[in-house]
T-cell receptor, first 112, second 116 residues
Framework: RKEVEQDPGPFNVPEGATVAFNCTYS??????FFWYRQDCRKEPKLLMS???SGNEDGRFTAQLNRASQYISLLIRDSKLSDSATYLC?????????????FGPGTRLSVLP | NAGVTQTPKFQVLKTGQSMTLQCAQD?????MSWYRQDPGMGLRLIHY???????DQGEVPNGYNVSRSTTEDFPLRLLSAAPSQTSVYFC???????????????FGPGTRLTVT
């Protein structure tokens, strides 16, 4: 079983739609959680951190459920510029530091 | 700040050749890492380092070597290239958190490697 699993996608939605991405992780020792965004043929960039209390950044809301080992990302009022692959990330402590473990990503296409 | 830089951007190797992928950062980050990204697999950690002289293996270290002689540079060496190493390679860096503190990783633009 993969450490981090995500909706397989792709998601094709019209502009203005609300879209939700789901992510589950297998290791209960995972300590920190993030959503990264990756545009086609580009490097990943941090979208937002995810906290147990839930957090919001404009049109983006992230939730974490440690008991269920589940993370979500909600995008409201989708824009064409939201088209990208969304990567769920958890961290696990290695011998020397916290290592990032990436999910395979879910691709989003927002259509005009 | 240039951030994280990687060279080359593209490379084609023949099976059995060796090469070094370069990575440098100018943010004084202790933590540096190498990932490979393959379709459907996400990014997988190859090796990481938390400072000069300190490196450790990640999930997929076989066939790769690293060393860290300075804070700024973290080269990745392919010892004898194989077609299975065809991939996109990303270098990343961050401050190294204490305890459970985790900092954002910044990524370089990637190196697209093809091994024939």
């Amino acid at each position: 079983r993969k450490e981090v699993e995500q909706d397989p996608g792709p998601f094709n939605v019209p502009e203005g739609a609300t879209v939700a991405f789901n992510c589950t992780y297998s290791n209960s020792a995972s300590q920190s959680f993030f959503w990264y965004r990756q545009d086609c043929r580009k490097e990943p960039k941090l979208l937002m951190s995810v906290y147990s209390s839930g957090n919001e950044d404009g049109r983006f809301t992230a939730q974490l459920n440690r008991a269920s080992q589940y993370i979500s990302l909600l995008i409201r009022d989708s824009k064409l510029s939201d088209s990208a692959t969304y990567l769920c990330v958890v961290t696990l402590r290695g011998d020397y530091g916290q290592n990032f473990v990436f999910g395979p990503g879910t691709r989003l296409s927002v259509l005009p | 700040n240039a951030g994280v830089t990687q060279t080359p951007k593209f490379q084609v190797l023949k099976t059995g050749q060796s090469m070094t992928l370069q990575c440098a950062q100018d943010m004084n980050h202790e933590y540096m890492s190498w990932y490979r990204q393959d379709p459907g697999m996400g990014l997988r950690l190859i090796h990481y380092s938390v400072g000069a002289g300190i490196t450790d293996q990640g999930e997929v270290p076989n066939g790769y070597n690293v060393s860290r002689s300075t804070t700024e540079d973290f080269p990745l060496r392919l010892l004898s290239a194989a077609p299975s190493q065809t991939s996109v390679y990303f270098c990343a860096s961050s401050f190294n958190g204490v305890g459970s503190k985790v900092y954002e990783q910044y990524f370089g633009p990637g190196t697209r490697l093809t091994v024939t």
